[in-house]
């Protein structure tokens, strides 16, 4: 929810961010690419437990070759902040909550339905030992 804002700002702005310069070694639809699969890869290994950054030099390289590739989109850094924030908003308000109301909800029915379970065990158990 959180990234839909920004990916539907890039696609909508993206002539914006592929224009090409003359001066670049590198052009910037390139650029982006490469920074974007960077990026989706970090976070992957981030995910999964895999991202070892030992000590500052390693983490200042992949800082400065993110901020290389993907310098066009930095510029709006401020915007895409602003709409990420909305997107976690709107997720915190509309989404989370139910998901919430819905977690307690099923807590409380497997509860209830343990519990009974128990009382009944121990009712039948009482009756047992009475007979």
Do not use: C
Not at 4 to 20: H, R, T
Not at 73 to 79: E, N, R
């Amino acid at each position: 929810m959180i990234i839909g804002p920004i990916l539907a700002k890039i696609g909508i702005q993206w002539d914006k961010y592929a224009v090409e310069v003359s001066e670049q070694w590198l052009p910037a639809t390139t650029r982006l690419t490469a920074g974007a699969i960077l990026g989706v890869v970090l976070v992957a290994l981030a995910i999964v437990g895999k991202l070892k950054i030992n000590g500052a030099w390693t983490f200042l390289m992949i800082s400065f070759i993110l901020a290389y590739l993907l310098q066009t989109v930095i510029a709006d850094l401020v915007s895409f902040l602003g709409l990420a924030l909305g997107g976690a908003t709107i997720d915190h308000i509309f989404i989370q909550g139910n998901v919430r109301t819905l977690r307690m909800k099923i807590n409380a029915e497997a509860t209830s339905d343990v519990m009974a379970n128990a009382v009944a065990k121990g009712v039948e158990m009482a009756m047992k030992k009475q007979v």
